[in-house]
């Protein structure tokens, strides 16, 4: 019997570029630092607006930089792309077992974007855009 430790070798930092499938993994996982960003970007918004009108206003105006609009583009990019991912695995990640019969993965994910449709709706509504 050998009394040598056992020794892995360590992956390189690059292996989700071996498969596709590994790069998708990979772009909704970075799609996550965006939403946390943007989230922090929010909570700062209610924190000048906490601070008064001159704070809530400056805030404003820093929203309107070309720097920012880039962000919240970039922003709602990932958003998007983060849900849609997440929609469409949800059929996987959560099978509905009805009796013998499972739902359609169709119909799972389809709900969800009908959700996300009606809500999105609602906040526009609520925003005074419709």
Not at 4 to 18: A, D, G, I, N, Q
Not at 58 to 71: E, Y
């Amino acid at each position: 019997m050998s009394r040598k430790p056992l020794v892995r070798e360590v992956p390189p930092t690059s292996w989700y570029f071996r498969q596709p499938r590994y790069m998708r993994y990979m772009s909704r996982e970075i799609t996550s630092i965006f939403v946390g960003a943007y989230c922090v970007l929010l909570v700062v918004g209610l924190q000048r607006l906490a601070d008064g009108p001159t704070a809530w206003e400056g805030f404003l105006l820093a929203l309107q930089s070309p720097a920012s609009i880039v962000f919240q583009i970039l922003a709602l990019v990932a958003a998007v792309y983060h849900a849609a991912t997440w929609f469409n695995a949800t059929q996987k990640a959560m099978p509905l077992q009805i009796g013998e019969d499972f739902v359609p993965g169709n119909l799972i994910s389809g709900a969800h974007y009908a959700a996300w449709a009606v809500l999105s709706f609602v906040v526009l509504y609520l925003a005074g855009v419709f």
